[in-house]
């Protein structure tokens, strides 16, 4: 799990699915996913989001980065998914993050 998670922390940017990981732990892609939500307390999919929003929320507060840039750099496809992801994780918008943040 630990090797897992490292993975996703140094390659989040990057597509990940749970069938790599599998593969890379040489585990069942079912098992590694009932291990790791018992293990992390989240399932394959929050864990990356999570990592993936620190480092938005990270970007947003120390880079003059657009919204668009910052969503592609973290691995999203496009910026309106992340915008909805980062509200509905975060309760604002990443432009409201980052104006809240800058007063």
Avoid: C
């Avoid at 929050?46 to 910052?70: G, H, M, P, S």
């Avoid at 969503?71 to 992801?85: C, E």
Wanted: aromatic fraction near 10%.
């Amino acid at each position: 799990i630990h090797r897992v998670q490292q993975y996703i922390r140094e390659n989040y940017p990057r597509e990940i699915s749970l069938n790599t990981l599998a593969n890379m732990v040489h585990l069942n892609q079912t098992y590694l996913s009932r291990l790791f939500k018992q293990k992390t307390g989240l399932s394959f999919t929050d864990f990356l989001t999570r990592v993936r929003l620190q480092e938005a929320k990270r970007l947003l507060l120390k880079t003059d980065r657009t919204i668009e840039e910052i969503a592609v750099a973290i691995g999203f496809k496009n910026n309106s998914y992340f915008t909805s992801v980062f509200k509905k994780r975060e309760g604002i918008k990443p432009s409201e993050f980052r104006s809240r943040r800058a007063r």
